[in-house]
């Protein structure tokens, strides 16, 4: 079995805090005009299983081999947001008001974050319909650091927390 579909199996953690309803082609295509980008496969593959929500605690962490404002040697990844307009639950939809917010690059879909940093999917170098890459991004300091060069390869650098 390939390492994405191991980590796939074993993505979601328990309970429903930020889940949306379940993911429908028709709500896809609504974030992808939304957002005006095409959506990795991957991404769509884990928002298949569950629309949002907590990740495993086995996968909450990426290794980034430098230190950030977060930890010395990994960023979090605890919640991945889902698609839908569910009152109170953060969304990819949610993804232009917060890039404005924030004073983050406009070629981004945040997938998960608090203001002061984010994880995203960065289409600057690729385009709306290539596949981006993953980059976090610290509101506070300005800075960026690219972690993975698609998605699929992102979830697969995901672990445990070290610390």
């Given at each position: 079995m390939a390492r994405f579909e191991e980590v796939r199996a074993t993505f979601w953690g328990d309970g429903d805090h930020g889940v949306q309803p379940p993911l429908t082609d028709e709500m896809v295509r609504e974030a992808e005009r939304v957002l005006g980008v095409t959506l990795p496969s991957a991404l769509l593959d884990l928002l298949r299983l569950r629309n949002g929500g907590v990740v495993a605690d086995e996968h909450e962490v990426f290794p980034t081999g430098r230190p950030t404002s977060w930890s010395e040697d990994q960023v979090p990844f605890d919640v991945l947001m889902g698609i839908g307009r569910q009152d109170g639950t953060g969304s990819l939809l949610d993804t232009p008001y917060l890039l404005t917010e924030w004073g983050?690059?406009?070629?981004?879909?945040?997938?998960?974050?608090?203001?002061?940093?984010w994880i995203g999917l960065d289409y600057r170098a690729c385009g709306p319909d290539g596949e981006p890459s993953v980059t976090w991004f610290e509101t506070d300091l300005g800075t960026e650091l690219h972690l993975a060069d698609d998605f699929?390869?992102?979830?697969?650098?995901?672990?445990?927390?070290?610390?």
């Open positions: 983050l690059p406009a070629a981004l879909v945040l997938l998960s974050g608090d203001g002061h940093c699929r390869s992102f979830v697969e650098g995901l672990t445990a927390d070290s610390a």
